[in-house]
């Protein structure tokens, strides 16, 4: 099987996310407008990048996070298959926490690429 470990560069990981639970690609400013929640989305060249975006909704405290750790894209999955985007992220729980309403949101960019895509959450 091929594979390439892809470099990423996060573009937010906070608190501030969108109220509602998301994992997905970005491929045009308008959604990575609506997909950023309360905070002011960066520009990219969405001819050479595009956005992943993991979202953990609304949580009743400040002890969640969620953080991107892997993407690897492969393109040898059979015939007529396309390339597989594979995003691998952790999410986290403190067991001492604030009684405040978080949104957690991890934001990435990475060169633009071809194909399906999976999410793979690992529990930190």
Known sequence: MYFEDIKFVTLYNGNSGPTKPMQKVIHN???LALSFGNNNPPKLDFANEEAVIVALGEKPTNGFSVEITAITYITDRGENLPGLLSVTYVVKSAKQTSDVI?????????KKLEGDVEFNVQNG
């Open 102 to 110: 978080t949104r957690p949101l991890h934001v990435v960019k990475l």
């Open 29 to 31: 400013s308008d959604d």
